[in-house]
């Protein structure tokens, strides 16, 4: 079984930063793509950000280039998400995924957790 647990998150002002990690509980495949969703009050889940866990390549949602930043620990087997510059519209719960293609959620998902920007 597949278990992804999450940590970090929890409220900041809005233009400041915050760290979320993800650890899996397996030693990903080269091809496994681990990424972040998010979903807001009312709104459907949608793409945050992704990297390929063999050759690192990143993906992001144009609403976070160049304000988050994923990167992994391969020894560690977890994922993390620098958010810097965050405004209220990043406030969310956010959950962690593996899946095969950046963008599009596998099947396994961690619990999520709360992130807020106040205003």
């Known amino acids: 079984q597949v278990q992804l647990v999450e940590s970090g998150g929890g409220l900041v002002q809005a233009g400041g930063s915050l760290k979320l990690s993800c650890k899996a509980s397996?030693?990903?495949?080269?091809?496994?793509?681990m990424g972040w969703f998010r979903q807001a009050p009312g709104k459907e889940r949608e793409f945050v950000a992704a990297i390929r866990w063999g050759r690192g390549s990143t993906y992001y949602a144009n609403s976070v280039k160049d304000r988050f930043t994923i990167s992994k620990v391969s020894a560690d087997w977890t994922v993390t998400l620098e958010m810097n510059s965050l405004n209220y519209e990043d406030t969310a719960v956010y959950y962690c995924?593996?899946?095969?293609?950046?963008?599009?959620?596998?099947?396994?998902w961690g619990q999520g957790i709360q992130v807020t920007v106040s205003s």
């Open positions: 995924n593996v899946g095969t293609s950046p963008g599009t959620p596998g099947r396994y």
């Open positions: 397996y030693r990903p495949y080269s091809s496994d793509v």
